[in-house]
C-alpha cells in the first residue's frame, strides 16, 4: 500500500477542519436550547420560521403574525370558489 500524497493528506485536514468547524457551531446553538435549557437564551430565541423570518430582517408583510396569515389564505379560499362559480 502506497503512502498517501502531500495533497490528498492536505485535503483530509482542510475538510475535517472545516467539519469541525461546523460542529462546534452547531452545538454552540444546540447546547444552551437542549441541554442546559437556558430560559435567557431561550427568550432571546424566535421561534418558528415566519419570527425568525421578521426577526432577520426579510420584508414579508404577509408573514408579519398569525391573524394576517390566516387573512391571505381565507382570501385565496374565496377567490378559488369565485373562480369556479364563473
Known amino acids: 500500500m502506497e503512502k ?3 495533497f490528498q493528506v492536505a485535503l483530509a485536514a482542510a475538510v475535517m ?6 460542529a462546534v457551531a452547531m452545538f ?6 437542549i ?3 437556558s430560559p435567557a437564551h431561550i427568550a432571546t430565541y424566535h421561534f418558528g ?12 408583510p404577509r408573514f408579519r403574525g398569525r ?3 390566516a387573512a391571505i389564505f ?5 377567490i378559488s ?3 369556479g362559480l364563473t
Open 67 to 69: 391573524v394576517d396569515y
Open 49 to 60: 420560521s415566519e419570527s425568525m423570518m421578521g426577526h432577520g430582517g426579510l420584508e414579508l
Open 81 to 83: 370558489n369565485c373562480e
Open 74 to 78: 381565507r382570501l385565496k379560499a374565496a
Open 35 to 37: 441541554v442546559t435549557r
Open 28 to 33: 454552540s446553538e444546540w447546547w444552551p436550547i
Open 17 to 22: 477542519c472545516l467539519a469541525a468547524i461546523f
Open 4 to 6: 498517501p500524497s502531500f
